[in-house]
Protein backbone atom coordinates (compact mmCIF):
# COMPACT_ATOMS: atom_id res chain seq x y z
CA UNK A 1 0.00 0.00 0.00
CA UNK A 2 1.25 3.31 -0.69
CA UNK A 3 2.21 5.58 2.41
CA UNK A 4 0.10 8.65 1.61
CA UNK A 5 -3.06 9.53 -0.86
CA UNK A 6 -4.80 12.24 -2.78
CA UNK A 7 -8.88 12.51 -2.68
CA UNK A 8 -10.51 14.70 -5.03
CA UNK A 9 -14.42 15.38 -4.99
CA UNK A 10 -16.39 17.15 -7.37
CA UNK A 11 -18.51 19.63 -5.94
CA UNK A 12 -21.74 17.39 -7.32
CA UNK A 13 -22.19 13.91 -7.55
CA UNK A 14 -22.80 13.89 -11.51
CA UNK A 15 -19.22 16.08 -12.12
CA UNK A 16 -16.53 14.03 -13.74
CA UNK A 17 -13.53 13.82 -11.71
CA UNK A 18 -11.33 12.70 -14.43
CA UNK A 19 -9.28 15.35 -15.96
CA UNK A 20 -8.83 16.42 -12.43
CA UNK A 21 -7.58 13.38 -11.57
CA UNK A 22 -5.36 13.49 -14.37
CA UNK A 23 -3.81 16.98 -14.07
CA UNK A 24 -3.69 16.23 -9.98
CA UNK A 25 -1.71 13.10 -11.00
CA UNK A 26 0.83 15.08 -13.51
CA UNK A 27 1.39 17.76 -10.34
CA UNK A 28 2.51 15.38 -7.95
CA UNK A 29 4.73 13.19 -10.80
CA UNK A 30 6.25 16.31 -12.03
CA UNK A 31 7.75 16.55 -8.18
CA UNK A 32 8.68 13.24 -7.72
CA UNK A 33 6.12 11.09 -6.32
CA UNK A 34 5.10 7.18 -7.43
CA UNK A 35 1.63 6.84 -8.33
CA UNK A 36 -0.47 3.76 -7.56
CA UNK A 37 -3.51 2.98 -9.19
CA UNK A 38 -6.22 5.57 -9.15
CA UNK A 39 -9.10 4.00 -6.92
CA UNK A 40 -12.62 5.29 -7.57
CA UNK A 41 -14.49 6.11 -4.36
CA UNK A 42 -17.86 7.52 -6.02
CA UNK A 43 -17.98 6.62 -9.88
CA UNK A 44 -17.17 10.57 -11.47
CA UNK A 45 -17.74 11.83 -8.30
CA UNK A 46 -14.43 10.96 -6.12
CA UNK A 47 -11.57 9.43 -6.67
CA UNK A 48 -8.32 8.48 -4.52
CA UNK A 49 -4.97 8.63 -5.61
CA UNK A 50 -2.43 6.83 -3.53
CA UNK A 51 1.05 8.13 -3.80
CA UNK A 52 4.70 7.49 -2.49
CA UNK A 53 7.73 9.58 -2.11
CA UNK A 54 6.26 13.17 -1.65
CA UNK A 55 5.12 14.72 1.78
CA UNK A 56 1.63 14.83 1.93
CA UNK A 57 1.39 18.67 3.20
CA UNK A 58 3.64 19.11 -0.13
CA UNK A 59 1.52 17.42 -2.48
CA UNK A 60 -1.62 19.03 -1.41
CA UNK A 61 -0.45 22.29 -2.02
CA UNK A 62 0.92 21.17 -5.34
CA UNK A 63 -2.20 19.55 -6.36
CA UNK A 64 -4.10 22.94 -5.18
CA UNK A 65 -1.65 25.14 -7.19
CA UNK A 66 -1.64 22.98 -10.20
CA UNK A 67 -5.22 22.59 -10.63
CA UNK A 68 -5.78 26.64 -9.34
CA UNK A 69 -8.26 25.33 -6.59
CA UNK A 70 -9.47 27.64 -4.16
CA UNK A 71 -13.37 29.32 -3.51
CA UNK A 72 -13.20 30.82 -7.41
CA UNK A 73 -11.30 27.75 -8.77
CA UNK A 74 -12.90 24.78 -10.48
CA UNK A 75 -15.75 22.89 -8.29
CA UNK A 76 -13.58 19.99 -6.77
CA UNK A 77 -11.58 19.80 -3.14
CA UNK A 78 -8.61 18.08 -2.65
CA UNK A 79 -6.89 16.89 0.24
CA UNK A 80 -3.94 14.77 0.43
CA UNK A 81 -2.82 12.97 3.79
CA UNK A 82 -1.41 9.51 5.14
CA UNK A 83 -2.86 6.64 3.85
CA UNK A 84 -2.81 4.70 7.50
CA UNK A 85 -5.89 5.16 9.68
CA UNK A 86 -7.76 7.25 7.78
CA UNK A 87 -11.01 6.11 9.11
CA UNK A 88 -11.68 8.53 12.33
CA UNK A 89 -12.75 7.29 15.43
CA UNK A 90 -13.85 10.75 16.87
CA UNK A 91 -15.78 13.24 15.03
CA UNK A 92 -15.73 16.94 16.62
CA UNK A 93 -17.78 19.18 14.61
CA UNK A 94 -18.98 22.50 14.90
CA UNK A 95 -22.51 23.37 14.34
CA UNK A 96 -23.53 26.87 12.39
CA UNK A 97 -22.37 27.20 9.09
CA UNK A 98 -21.00 23.31 9.19
CA UNK A 99 -23.94 20.82 9.73
CA UNK A 100 -26.38 23.79 9.09
CA UNK A 101 -26.34 26.25 6.58
CA UNK A 102 -27.52 29.21 9.53
CA UNK A 103 -25.45 31.37 12.06
CA UNK A 104 -28.66 31.41 14.53
CA UNK A 105 -27.64 35.17 16.17
CA UNK A 106 -28.33 36.31 12.29
CA UNK A 107 -31.70 34.62 12.34
CA UNK A 108 -32.84 35.77 15.49
CA UNK A 109 -31.46 39.38 14.79
CA UNK A 110 -33.21 39.36 11.35
CA UNK A 111 -36.74 38.33 13.51
CA UNK A 112 -35.85 41.33 15.98
CA UNK A 113 -34.89 43.48 12.79
CA UNK A 114 -31.30 44.43 13.78
CA UNK A 115 -29.59 41.75 11.09
CA UNK A 116 -27.31 44.29 9.82
CA UNK A 117 -25.30 45.15 12.89
CA UNK A 118 -25.61 41.13 14.27
CA UNK A 119 -24.36 40.06 10.61
CA UNK A 120 -21.59 42.54 11.25
CA UNK A 121 -20.34 41.39 14.24
CA UNK A 122 -20.77 37.75 13.34
CA UNK A 123 -18.89 38.00 10.18
CA UNK A 124 -15.85 39.95 11.96
CA UNK A 125 -15.66 37.07 14.50
CA UNK A 126 -15.32 34.13 12.27
CA UNK A 127 -13.34 36.13 9.99
CA UNK A 128 -10.92 36.08 12.91
CA UNK A 129 -10.72 40.13 13.23
CA UNK A 130 -12.32 40.34 16.45
CA UNK A 131 -12.22 38.31 19.77
CA UNK A 132 -14.96 35.72 19.33
CA UNK A 133 -16.41 36.19 23.10
CA UNK A 134 -16.11 39.80 22.88
CA UNK A 135 -18.53 39.56 19.82
CA UNK A 136 -20.30 36.80 21.30
CA UNK A 137 -21.37 39.20 24.06
CA UNK A 138 -22.08 42.61 21.86
CA UNK A 139 -24.42 40.43 19.90
CA UNK A 140 -26.09 39.31 23.00
CA UNK A 141 -26.02 42.64 24.57
CA UNK A 142 -27.57 43.94 21.41
CA UNK A 143 -31.32 41.17 21.75
CA UNK A 144 -31.30 42.26 25.61
CA UNK A 145 -35.11 41.97 26.22
CA UNK A 146 -36.15 40.69 23.50
CA UNK A 147 -38.38 38.40 23.39
CA UNK A 148 -37.71 34.87 24.02
CA UNK A 149 -40.65 33.62 21.21
CA UNK A 150 -37.73 34.80 18.83
CA UNK A 151 -35.89 31.63 19.43
CA UNK A 152 -38.61 29.03 18.21
CA UNK A 153 -39.31 31.33 15.82
CA UNK A 154 -35.38 31.28 14.83
CA UNK A 155 -34.96 26.94 15.11
CA UNK A 156 -37.98 26.91 12.57
CA UNK A 157 -35.51 28.26 10.09
CA UNK A 158 -33.07 26.05 10.54
CA UNK A 159 -31.09 24.33 7.29
CA UNK A 160 -29.44 21.23 7.34
CA UNK A 161 -26.47 21.04 5.19
CA UNK A 162 -26.20 18.39 2.64
CA UNK A 163 -24.29 15.40 3.44
CA UNK A 164 -24.59 16.38 7.23
CA UNK A 165 -26.61 12.79 8.61
CA UNK A 166 -24.73 11.10 6.00
CA UNK A 167 -21.32 12.21 8.02
CA UNK A 168 -22.64 11.77 11.47
CA UNK A 169 -24.89 8.03 10.62
CA UNK A 170 -21.50 6.95 8.47
CA UNK A 171 -19.33 7.40 11.01
CA UNK A 172 -21.23 6.12 13.80
CA UNK A 173 -22.14 3.14 12.05
CA UNK A 174 -18.71 2.01 12.03
CA UNK A 175 -17.88 3.11 15.83
CA UNK A 176 -17.08 6.69 15.64
CA UNK A 177 -18.15 9.11 19.03
CA UNK A 178 -19.61 12.05 17.39
CA UNK A 179 -19.78 15.48 19.11
CA UNK A 180 -21.63 18.33 18.34
CA UNK A 181 -19.78 21.93 19.74
CA UNK A 182 -20.85 25.10 19.04
CA UNK A 183 -19.95 29.04 20.25
CA UNK A 184 -23.83 29.22 19.52
CA UNK A 185 -26.70 28.31 22.34
CA UNK A 186 -27.72 24.96 23.53
CA UNK A 187 -31.32 25.85 22.47
CA UNK A 188 -30.43 25.45 18.90
CA UNK A 189 -27.78 22.49 19.25
CA UNK A 190 -29.68 19.77 21.24
CA UNK A 191 -32.25 20.07 18.74
CA UNK A 192 -30.25 19.44 15.79
CA UNK A 193 -27.95 16.84 17.72
CA UNK A 194 -30.90 14.46 18.51
CA UNK A 195 -32.04 15.28 14.60
CA UNK A 196 -28.32 14.52 13.30
CA UNK A 197 -28.21 11.99 15.55
CA UNK A 198 -24.92 12.99 17.69
CA UNK A 199 -24.16 11.68 20.43
CA UNK A 200 -23.54 14.24 22.34
CA UNK A 201 -23.79 18.63 22.49
CA UNK A 202 -21.64 21.01 23.81
CA UNK A 203 -22.88 24.42 23.69
CA UNK A 204 -23.17 28.21 25.33
CA UNK A 205 -26.68 28.61 27.53
CA UNK A 206 -28.31 31.77 26.78
CA UNK A 207 -30.40 33.29 29.74
CA UNK A 208 -33.65 33.84 29.60
CA UNK A 209 -35.67 35.54 32.04
CA UNK A 210 -39.52 36.59 32.38
CA UNK A 211 -40.02 35.53 28.68
CA UNK A 212 -36.85 37.55 27.67
CA UNK A 213 -33.18 37.34 26.31
CA UNK A 214 -31.46 38.60 29.59
CA UNK A 215 -27.71 37.36 28.28
CA UNK A 216 -25.34 34.29 28.26
CA UNK A 217 -23.74 32.07 30.93
CA UNK A 218 -20.63 32.18 31.97
CA UNK A 219 -17.99 30.79 30.82
CA UNK A 220 -18.39 30.98 27.37
CA UNK A 221 -17.10 28.20 24.96
CA UNK A 222 -14.48 29.91 23.24
CA UNK A 223 -11.64 28.25 20.60
CA UNK A 224 -9.26 27.16 23.30
CA UNK A 225 -12.81 25.28 24.86
CA UNK A 226 -13.56 23.47 21.40
CA UNK A 227 -9.98 22.34 21.19
CA UNK A 228 -9.86 21.28 24.80
CA UNK A 229 -12.91 19.11 24.04
CA UNK A 230 -11.13 17.70 21.16
CA UNK A 231 -8.59 16.15 23.49
CA UNK A 232 -10.39 15.55 26.79
CA UNK A 233 -12.52 13.32 24.51
CA UNK A 234 -10.03 11.74 22.77
CA UNK A 235 -8.65 10.85 26.41
CA UNK A 236 -11.59 9.86 28.06
CA UNK A 237 -12.04 7.08 25.13
CA UNK A 238 -8.37 6.17 24.66
CA UNK A 239 -8.29 7.30 21.34
CA UNK A 240 -4.69 9.25 19.70
CA UNK A 241 -5.15 12.69 18.20
CA UNK A 242 -4.78 10.77 15.00
CA UNK A 243 -7.82 9.34 15.27
CA UNK A 244 -10.35 13.10 15.33
CA UNK A 245 -11.83 14.23 12.72
CA UNK A 246 -12.55 17.99 13.60
CA UNK A 247 -14.56 20.07 10.86
CA UNK A 248 -16.05 23.62 10.98
CA UNK A 249 -15.90 26.69 9.15
CA UNK A 250 -14.53 29.79 11.41
CA UNK A 251 -11.73 31.25 13.37
CA UNK A 252 -12.65 29.70 16.73
CA UNK A 253 -12.60 26.01 15.06
CA UNK A 254 -9.10 26.56 13.88
CA UNK A 255 -7.02 25.18 17.33
CA UNK A 256 -8.99 21.85 16.94
CA UNK A 257 -8.71 22.09 13.25
CA UNK A 258 -4.91 21.81 13.81
CA UNK A 259 -5.23 19.51 16.58
CA UNK A 260 -7.12 16.88 14.78
CA UNK A 261 -5.48 13.80 13.31
CA UNK A 262 -7.79 15.09 10.06
CA UNK A 263 -8.97 18.74 10.59
CA UNK A 264 -11.02 20.48 7.82
CA UNK A 265 -12.16 23.90 7.09
CA UNK A 266 -15.24 23.60 5.46
CA UNK A 267 -17.01 26.62 3.42
CA UNK A 268 -14.88 28.53 5.59
CA UNK A 269 -14.48 32.34 5.66
CA UNK A 270 -11.24 34.19 3.66
CA UNK A 271 -8.88 34.29 6.12
CA UNK A 272 -9.70 31.21 7.64
CA UNK A 273 -9.46 28.61 5.15
CA UNK A 274 -5.63 29.12 4.20
CA UNK A 275 -4.80 28.45 7.68
CA UNK A 276 -6.23 25.12 8.01
CA UNK A 277 -4.47 22.21 6.75
CA UNK A 278 -7.17 20.76 4.61
CA UNK A 279 -10.10 22.92 2.97
CA UNK A 280 -13.77 21.45 1.91
CA UNK A 281 -14.70 24.74 -0.76
CA UNK A 282 -17.56 23.20 -2.83
CA UNK A 283 -18.44 19.96 -1.68
CA UNK A 284 -20.91 18.96 0.33
CA UNK A 285 -19.77 17.23 3.72
CA UNK A 286 -20.28 13.54 2.47
CA UNK A 287 -16.89 14.94 1.27
CA UNK A 288 -15.64 14.65 4.79
CA UNK A 289 -16.28 10.61 4.22
CA UNK A 290 -14.35 10.30 1.01
CA UNK A 291 -11.61 12.00 2.82
CA UNK A 292 -11.78 9.11 4.87
CA UNK A 293 -11.78 6.66 2.26
CA UNK A 294 -15.21 5.71 2.40
CA UNK A 295 -16.95 4.48 -0.96
CA UNK A 296 -20.48 5.52 -2.28
CA UNK A 297 -21.89 2.08 -0.79
CA UNK A 298 -20.59 2.15 2.45
CA UNK A 299 -22.22 6.01 2.89
CA UNK A 300 -25.72 5.42 5.36
CA UNK A 301 -28.24 7.31 3.10
CA UNK A 302 -25.95 7.52 0.21
Known amino acids: MAASVL??????????????????????????????ATERLAP??????????????????????????????????????????????????????????????????????????????????????????????????????????LLDRAARRIRITAGAAAMVATMRKHGALAVLISGGFTVFTDPVACTLGFDRAVANR??????????????????????????????????KLAETLAIGDGANDLPMIGAAGLGIAFHSHPNVAPRARHRIDHADLTAALYAQGYRRDEIVGG
Open 206 to 239: LLVEDGKIAGVAEPILTRDSKLATLTRMAAEHSL
Open 44 to 149: RHAVDIPFDGLDPDQAEAAVRAGLKLGFDGPPVDALAQPAAGRRKRLLLSDMESTVIANEMLVEIAALAGIEKPIAEITRRAMNDEIDFTTALKERVALLRDRPAA
Open 7 to 36: TLIAAEAEADTEPWADAAARALERLGAQLD
